[in-house]
């Protein structure tokens, strides 16, 4: 190879993250002195040092993370409910696709403060607001799994006298795998807007609460700070967490694959 072709090779991932990291903060440094708002670089470090060494902001990132969770696993949970009954009975499906339409076109912001004047407040108003959110979303999602679920397959676990738990767990839920991650991944994104932004009417501790004081007191620097804090949140667990175990639940497809690929070997190495 030579020294042209190697110097093309695209660069790592973390190698392109690094160059555009470092591309905002030049800008950042060359033209924060122009305006009369724009914190410095150093000053938001400092900033983000002195909340880091607060107890406080933990309680808030774990209050908001706590709130998100609750919220995912109770609208997912509905969802799932509801799109298995959609299948299953046809009234089903009559009675809960308008609320679903209309749960899915109705401004985001619109349906958490309902949910604060009709649940209060607290903490349950904000659990409810992101369930409400992503409960159409997973719905549509589940109900196309199970419109894929494969009837001969259903059968022949007939056949064979499987019982509803096994058909579900060695049948059903493989095949709705991909559809159940999908569904997650892309309310799991949704779910935090949500909770930042029904924290923000309503809490005095959270993400969105921070959001709302550093508004309060014009503190770009902190509403920086708490933007970066939100940020890495969220990758944290989209790539410590949902990211690995997605990889190991569907570790068999790549079993599968390199099956497949030594076959021709094999059958070509035969006399």
Not at 181 to 209: D, M, P, T, Y
Request: glycine residues 6%; aromatic residues 12%.
């Amino acid at each position: 190879m030579t020294a042209t072709s190697q110097s093309l090779r695209p660069l790592p991932r973390a190698g392109v993250l690094a160059a555009a990291g470092a591309v905002v903060l030049v800008a950042w440094q060359l033209l924060w002195d122009a305006t009369d708002f724009l914190p410095s670089p150093a000053q938001t470090v400092a900033t983000a040092a002195e909340l880091l060494a607060e107890p406080a902001t933990y309680e808030d990132l774990g209050a908001t993370l706590r709130r998100l969770v609750l919220g995912l696993a109770m609208g997912y949970a509905a969802a799932l409910v509801v799109a298995l009954l959609m299948q299953i009975s046809p009234w089903c499906n009559r009675f809960f696709r308008p609320s679903v339409y209309v749960t899915i076109t109705s401004p985001s912001m619109v349906v958490a403060l309902l949910c604060l004047m009709v649940f209060g407040l607290a903490e349950f108003g904000v659990c409810m607001s992101v369930a409400i959110v992503i409960f159409p979303f997973v719905v549509v999602s589940l109900d196309e799994g199970v419109k894929a679920l494969n009837p001969g397959l259903t059968e022949m676990s007939r056949i064979y006298g499987f019982t509803p738990l096994d058909h579900i767990r060695h049948l059903a839920l493989p095949e709705m795998a991909p559809f159940l991650f999908s569904a997650f991944r892309n309310v799991h994104a949704l779910g935090w807007k949500i909770v930042v932004i029904a924290e923000l009417f309503s809490q005095q501790v959270g993400v969105g609460a921070e959001y709302k004081r550093a508004y309060g007191y014009f503190a770009l620097d902190r509403l920086l700070v708490w933007t970066l804090f939100f940020i890495v949140m969220i990758t944290t667990v989209e790539y410590l967490i949902l990211r690995p175990f997605e990889r190991r639940v569907f570790r068999w497809r790549g079993t599968a694959t390199a099956r497949r690929r030594d076959r021709p070997k094999t059958a070509a190495a035969t006399p």
